[in-house]
């Protein structure tokens, strides 16, 4: 089988739609016989053939929309009757009026294999928006013997290093590309004598085979062919006659090229992907359903399902006494959403500190009114506050980036969740419609779901929902953290402990109340001065109270 792709088009042309298509399943496609008529931006062209055989498979129809390098049909190559065979044969005519046949057994059953004209193997299509490749190496030479799947070439793209795998089978006749070489896609790299059908015999050298030969008397000749094993090798080779075939690359996965370029468009690496067929070969639905589980796993995604390989646990009790404890239902499904979140945003953490002596000034001057309100007022409850405002003030800030569709989604509502640890473990509260709330409310509504959580009280509707996450260690201890994103939320702010420290003041040094922040975020949506900004905008705010507050 040999397939047909759409060739190099012209410069920064990368598809075209398919106006025409001049041939159909079952007819025999000849060499530069018009296959498709196409219509570009800049022209409409007939695409000639560069394949000849009987076609078995057309890929597209017409009105489609097809890329450079995309496989448009597959053709069952046939020897022609005009083809000189590369076998030596000695004919000794013998006029006979009876054919002699001769019964096959499985010690003389033939492999079929011969010489199947001359093929050109193309740089592949390597991917979206991928149009050429530097050759890093070029792993064959003039005079070698492939196989499908064989790797050829090992190039590099802006995005991977990779093995180009062969399309085609045969002996190598000419190598148009060399290591350093900038190759397109859909540039000539070989040209190849292709290996199709001739009678090769499984368990001898020597190969017979009877011919009728038509004379002007019509007598039956009867010619015996003894072949040169030196002259054939490559056709014995392939026929697995000589042990000298080039192995296939470790690394190699086995799989079709159409297989390899499904996978390379669905993102997937197809080394990973386990083959159902015989020794491992990776199919079509392989890569579907390898696809599909990793879908089904986002909503049960845990540490082992990120595609990193397992590492099996030593058997701890070696070393000594042991307790196994199953994880509770909380830490089993904190473990499984953190390990989600860190596998698939790309964090980063910005430090700062916020002078809060003033704050704490006028966090204790409304003790009274809060113990009133029946609440107790926290560094927390004014950065829920201030929180909410910077929110708006920065609105990618509260939003979420949908990857599968490439968009972000911007939220006109305001609601924060709050750490929250508890003896079962991590949980975090969502404070509903934070804008308009006073911060005796925003105290009052997280000290009740602060408790409820820890009294195992908490209802599902209180988890969910939230647009930005507080994470306050202060009350234990430390300086600096670097807390995880709350997917599918895009920033969270660590507090850690307040402590006194000297700074430079009108021309002195005094004795100021400093709280560390750590602010994390998703690098995909937010850009670190965007991230700098914000935090700044939250220590000012913190630094002058009053102003905020009024």
Request: include cysteine; charged fraction near 25%.
């Amino acid at each position: 089988m040999k397939e047909f792709i759409l060739p190099e088009l012209g410069e920064n042309i990368e598809s075209a739609s398919v106006l025409n298509i001049l041939v159909k399943q079952g007819d025999y496609l000849k060499q530069e016989q018009p296959v498709l008529e196409i219509e570009t931006d800049k022209a409409t062209i007939e695409v000639p053939s560069n394949v000849e055989g009987l076609i078995k498979d057309l890929f597209i129809k017409e009105g489609d929309k097809v890329k450079v390098g995309q496989v448009v049909l597959r053709v069952e190559e046939s020897l022609s009757a005009e083809k000189p065979t590369q076998v030596e044969t000695k004919v000794v005519p013998t006029v006979e009026t009876k054919t002699e046949t001769k019964d096959e057994t499985p010690s003389s059953t033939m492999q079929k294999q011969s010489t199947g004209g001359i093929v050109e193997f193309i740089i592949p299509d390597l991917g979206e928006n991928i149009q050429s490749a530097d050759i890093l190496k070029v792993l064959v030479k003039v005079g070698d013997v492939i196989q499908k799947e064989d790797g050829v070439l090992e190039i590099e793209t802006d995005k991977a290093t990779i093995e180009v795998p062969s399309t085609v089978s045969g002996k190598i006749l000419e190598v148009f590309i060399k290591e350093g070489d900038k190759a397109k896609v859909g540039q000539v790299a070989l040209r190849v004598e292709s290996v199709l059908s001739s009678e090769v015999p499984a368990q001898q050298n020597d190969i017979q085979e009877e011919e009728k030969v038509e004379t002007t008397q019509t007598p039956t000749v009867k010619t015996t062919a003894k072949v040169e094993e030196a002259k054939i090798n490559p056709v014995l080779q392939r026929a697995g006659l000589i042990d000298t075939q080039p192995a296939i690359l470790p690394h190699a996965a086995p799989a079709a090229p159409s297989v390899r370029r499904l996978a390379r468009e669905l993102g997937v690496d197809i080394n990973g992907i386990p083959g159902s067929g015989i020794n491992g070969r990776i199919s079509l639905d392989d890569v579907k359903a390898y696809v599909k589980r990793l879908n089904e796993n986002r909503s049960t995604f845990s540490g082992s399902s990120i595609g990193i390989k397992t590492e099996s646990l030593p058997d701890f009790s070696k070393f000594g006494n042991i307790e196994r404890k199953p994880m509770s239902n909380i830490r089993s499904k904190t473990a499984d959403h953190l390990s989600y979140a860190w596998a698939t945003i790309p964090h980063v953490t910005q430090f700062d500190k916020a002078d809060i002596t003033d704050l704490e000034k006028v966090r204790k001057g409304l003790t009274s009114s809060a113990e009133k309100e029946g609440t107790k007022l926290t560094v927390t409850s004014f950065l829920l506050r201030i929180i909410s405002e910077a929110l708006t003030e920065f609105p990618q800030f509260n939003s979420s980036i949908d990857m599968e569709r490439k968009e972000i989604i911007y939220k006109n509502y305001i609601n924060i969740g709050v750490a929250v640890d508890t003896e079962n473990g991590l949980i975090v509260p969502v404070v509903k419609n934070v804008i308009g709330k006073s911060i005796f409310q925003l105290s009052k509504d997280m000290n009740e779901l602060a408790d409820k959580a820890r009294r195992r009280k908490i209802g599902l509707e209180d988890l969910h929902g939230g647009c930005f996450t507080i994470s306050n260690l202060g009350g234990i201890g430390g300086t600096y953290f670097t807390p995880i994103v709350n997917s599918p939320e895009v920033a969270i702010l660590g507090v850690s402990r307040g402590s006194f420290e000297p700074v430079y003041k009108d021309g002195e040094f005094v004795p100021r109340l400093m709280l560390p922040l750590s602010l994390s975020y998703d690098h995909r949506i937010i850009d670190g001065a965007d991230a700098i900004r914000f935090l700044r905008w939250v220590v000012e705010a913190l630094e002058n109270p009053y102003r905020f507050l009024l």
